[in-house]
Nanobody, 116 residues
Framework: QVQLSESGGGLVQPGGSLRLSCAAS????????MAWYRQAPGEERDLVAR???????NYADSAKGRFTISRDNAKNTVDLQMNSLKPEDTAVYYC??????????WGQGTQVTVSS
């Protein structure tokens, strides 16, 4: 079992930046692929960015060039740096951990609102 706790959400103006952080409870954090997803009202939960055990990353087209995912295996954290935010980035952002067996865990989510 892995417990995930997100932080860093909030209200930001268009063009601004936010950094989300996810802390994992388990010491075997470095064995998990970590990801950020988001879900806007009335929409499905979509992948934003993923980082593998080996550090490879992939991004949704909407996030490329603006968002950066990183992980610190010593601190059991994964961050999402979001720059040049747009109103359409408004959503609840969820941290996700996936083990090679397919076991998957979610955080409780953090609200990001981009509005002037």
């Amino acid at each position: 079992q892995v417990q995930l706790s997100e932080s860093g959400g909030g209200l930001v103006q268009p063009g601004g930046s936010l950094r989300l952080s996810c802390a994992a409870s388990r010491s075997s954090f470095n064995a998990y692929t970590m990801a950020w997803y988001r879900q806007a009202p009335g929409e499905e939960r979509d992948l934003v960015a993923r980082i593998t055990v080996g550090g490879s990353t992939n991004y949704a087209d909407s996030a490329k060039g603006r968002f950066t995912i990183s992980r610190d295996n010593a601190k059991n954290t994964v961050d999402l740096q979001m720059n040049s935010l747009k109103p359409e980035d408004t959503a609840v952002y969820y941290c996700n951990a996936r083990f090679w067996t397919g076991a998957e865990y979610w955080g409780q989510g953090t609200q990001v609102t981009v509005s002037s």
